[in-house]
């Protein structure tokens, strides 16, 4: 269920309501109950799985790998070789 933002013109107050995609009814002022809502745009939240959020963020590791091979200059270990080959890989 999505959460808005109004700003009552009744009571001055920025007021947050969750209301579903399907009430079409008019949203009330939580604080003095009035229908005298504007609504506000804000900020908006996605939320998704583990295995999303590291799909998304692969180019990350790969642009890091990327410069700390740049910046060893060919001065690493095997160990710390590997784990960027991993990075680079996903």
């Known amino acids: 269920m999505p959460l808005y933002e109004y700003h009552c013109q009744e009571c001055q107050q920025k007021v947050t309501i969750w209301r579903s995609f399907s009430d079409t009814s008019s949203p009330r002022c939580p604080i003095c109950d009035s229908e005298d809502l504007t609504r506000l745009i804000s900020q908006i939240s996605i939320v998704k799985s583990g295995k999303d959020r ?25 160990a710390f070789e590997q784990t960027l080959d991993k990075m680079e890989s996903k």
């Open 54 to 78: 590291v799909r998304d963020l692969s180019w990350v590791d790969r642009d890091l790998a990327r410069r700390l091979r740049k910046k060893a200059d060919g001065k690493l270990s095997p």
